[in-house]
T-cell receptor, first 111, second 113 residues
Framework: GQQVMQIPQYQHVQEGEDFTTYCNSS?????IQWYKQRPGGHPVFLIQ?????EVKKQKRLTFQFGEAKKNSSLHITATQTTDVGTYFC???????????FGSGTQLTVLP | DTEVTQTPKHLVMGMTNKKSLKCEQH?????MYWYKQKAKKPPELMFV???????INESVPSRFSPECPNSSLLNLHLHALQPEDSALYLC????????????FGNGTRLTVT
């Protein structure tokens, strides 16, 4: 079936180090969305990418959408303890009518 | 802060109980969703309401019964649940087109004993 996978599943970094999570779909996505879920919290929308090759930045966060619209990445520069949480990508793969969430990357930032 | 409010925050129920989860929004969301999320897993779609009509039911067991009384309210009625149904239940709203982002509520953490 249609799947959206993320790697790595877990990532531990020292505060100040960079972090990247990768999202890969088996089919083309019309758009990709990124959400952050803090421990014990709910998913919060971060950003949406629509165009092939699109790059968007939010302060220390950089989001990219692949040229083939099948993959995406989220890069955090100089992580802080406030970046702790699970990052999910989500997209409507192929002919799907609704969002499919990626498997998520759980980020731990060590002080 | 969230535009979507869910109650209760926590719920413990026995397998013979009947309970309801409530979701309320006043942001004009045209579509409302119920998701189920197990620990360390992504949200899993259960139901979608579009303009107060059930548009998607992702093969959810009949012990989960959704209801949309009006454009601001969404309920999830629970009956004869199993311990494996214990999870975080998330309500979400969407304002724009199908591709618009979702706004999640805080969720109800359900434990079935």
């Amino acid at each position: 079936g249609q799947q959206v996978m993320q790697i790595p599943q877990y990532q531990h970094v020292q505060e100040g180090e960079d972090f990247t999570t990768y999202c890969n779909s088996s089919t083309t996505l019309s758009n990709i969305q990124w959400y952050k879920q803090r421990p014990g919290g709910h998913p919060v929308f971060l950003i949406q990418l629509v165009k092939s090759g699109e790059v968007k930045k939010q302060k220390r966060l950089t989001f990219q959408f692949g040229e083939a619209k099948k993959n995406s990445s989220l890069h955090i520069t100089a992580t802080q303890t406030t970046d702790v949480g699970t990052y999910f990508c989500a997209g409507p793969p192929g002919s799907a009518r609704q969002l499919t969430f990626g498997s998520g990357t759980q980020l731990t930032v060590l002080p | 802060d969230t535009e979507v409010t869910q109650t209760p925050k926590h719920l413990v129920m026995g397998m013979t109980n009947k309970k309801s989860l409530k979701c309320e929004q006043h942001m004009g969301h045209r579509a409302m969703y119920w998701y189920k999320q197990k620990a360390k897993k992504p949200p899993e779609l259960m139901f979608v309401y579009s303009y107060e009509k059930l548009s998607i039911n992702e093969s959810v067991p009949s012990r989960f019964s959704p209801e949309c009384p009006n454009s601001s309210l969404l309920n999830l009625h629970l009956h004869a649940l199993q311990p494996e149904d214990s999870a975080l239940y998330l309500c979400a709203g969407r304002q724009g087109t199908r591709d618009s982002p979702l706004h999640f509520g805080n969720g109800t953490r359900l434990t079935v004993t």
